[in-house]
């Protein structure tokens, strides 16, 4: 499993669900704004990130008149925040990296909110490319076995142009070059083999494994930084054994 950890895959082992669906459909909504605004105007079809907002917001029931407003407010049409995209780096308990994808119209504020954070859960904030070297920026979709045998899927995501296709517990995780993404997802779409997740990431070369209490603060910290209105996307470069996982999670 090394190299690949993800806030997503761990959340999912965990078996942690977004209860506050309200806090959701704010983060989903910034992201539909902002694609609108830089990833290349308001209509889905020549915007890929806006398509893949679009995607994730269906994924959680929003109602078509919130991504309506929220494309509008992106494009101009409507009134709204001015919000900016910056990525902190930092390290969490056991000298894990760490990357934070923020969007805020205020970064003074999220930037001494996120300090807070990481210093009270055995963190720190790290210098401006001090981490990011640690992660490559990769399209990243995972499929339950379930929906497909690995043969398959291995020649249908490969011909797409897909990198890597990785055994990860009960998945399948097909990696691909950022451009590739949106091609490889497509055809999975048009096959109709369903997505558990499908994003572009910053996935780490490398991980650090973890045990104990290092595990414990790592998997808080990670709730508290995923918990503010701001952060958008979490990376980090740690994973965490299947047994050590199921007595975080009893706990």
């Known amino acids: 499993m090394g190299g690949h950890s993800h806030w997503s895959t761990i959340k999912r082992k965990k078996g942690a669900e977004d209860a506050k669906r309200g806090k959701v459909f704010t983060k989903i909504i910034r ?19 806006l398509r893949l907002a679009i995607a994730k917001s269906r994924e959680v029931n929003m109602p078509a008149d919130n991504i309506k407003k929220a494309i509008q407010r992106g494009t101009g049409e409507l009134p709204g925040v001015d919000y900016e995209e910056i990525v ?3 390290y969490g308990p056991g000298g894990v990296a760490m990357l934070i994808e923020i969007t805020t119209d205020n970064k003074y504020r999220t930037v001494a909110e996120i ?24 399209g990243r979709l995972v499929v339950d076995k ?9 020649n249908l995501v ?25 091609n490889v997802r497509k055809v999975l779409e048009d096959r109709k083999i369903a997505t558990v997740s499908a994003e572009v990431a910053y996935i780490p070369q490398n991980t650090v494994s973890l045990e104990g209490r290092d595990a414990e603060q790592m998997l808080k910290l990670m709730e508290l930084l995923e918990d503010h209105d701001d952060v958008q996307n979490l990376h980090a470069n740690f ?3 299947q047994d050590v996982m199921e007595k975080v999670a009893a706990k």
């Open 31 to 49: 992201e539909i704004t902002t694609a609108a605004r830089v990833g290349g105007g308001g209509d889905p079809n020549g915007n890929p990130r």
């Open 88 to 90: 902190y780096e930092g």
């Open 146 to 154: 379930s929906k497909s045998d690995e043969d398959t899927l291995m």
């Open 239 to 241: 994973d965490i054994p």
């Open 115 to 138: 300090r807070n954070l990481l210093e009270k859960n055995n963190g720190r904030m790290a210098e401006a490319g001090s981490v990011a070297w640690m992660f490559h920026r990769k």
């Open 158 to 182: 490969l011909e797409a142009g897909a990198e890597d296709l990785r055994t990860v517990d009960d998945s399948f995780e097909v990696i691909t070059a950022p451009h590739d993404f949106e």
